[in-house]
């Protein structure tokens, strides 16, 4: 079992940066890969970005590819989203998903386990 706590959201102008960060309960936190996602309103919950639970392979949606970076901290449980250069279009909920058993699709919400309660992000044009 996994709890994760989303923090780090606000409203920011465009062309601005916020780190989101993730923070996981439970003892195997090192063995699953983790997940970020956003839902905009009436829009389905679609794949930013996610980091393996080994060596960190980390994959990107080509809409924040070279914007958005995906890391984590085993120590720490954590796991972040910077995310810079920010657009208007990045505006939703966004939120953090732990996997953990990796069956190929992990762009898909189906592929993830455990979720958090998500944080807004809001960014002004």
């Known amino acids: 079992q996994v709890q994760l706590v989303e923090s780090g959201g606000g409203l920011v102008q465009a062309g601005g940066s916020l780190r989101l960060s993730c923070a996981a309960s439970g003892r195997t936190f090192s063995s699953y890969a983790f997940g970020w996602f956003r839902q905009a309103p009436g829009k389905e919950r679609d794949f930013v970005a996610r980091?393996?639970?080994?060596?960190?392979?980390?994959y990107y949606a080509s809409s924040v590819k070279g914007r958005f970076t995906v890391s984590r901290d085993n120590a720490k449980k954590t796991v972040y989203l910077q995310m810079n250069s920010l657009k208007p279009e990045d505006t939703a909920v966004y939120y953090c998903?732990?996997?953990?058993?990796?069956?190929?699709?992990?762009?898909?919400?189906?592929?993830?386990?455990?979720w958090g309660q998500g944080t807004q992000v809001t960014v002004s044009s």
């Open positions: 998903a732990a996997d953990r058993e990796y069956s190929g699709n992990y762009y898909s919400p189906n592929e993830y386990d455990y």
């Open positions: 980091i393996s639970w080994s060596i960190g392979i980390t």
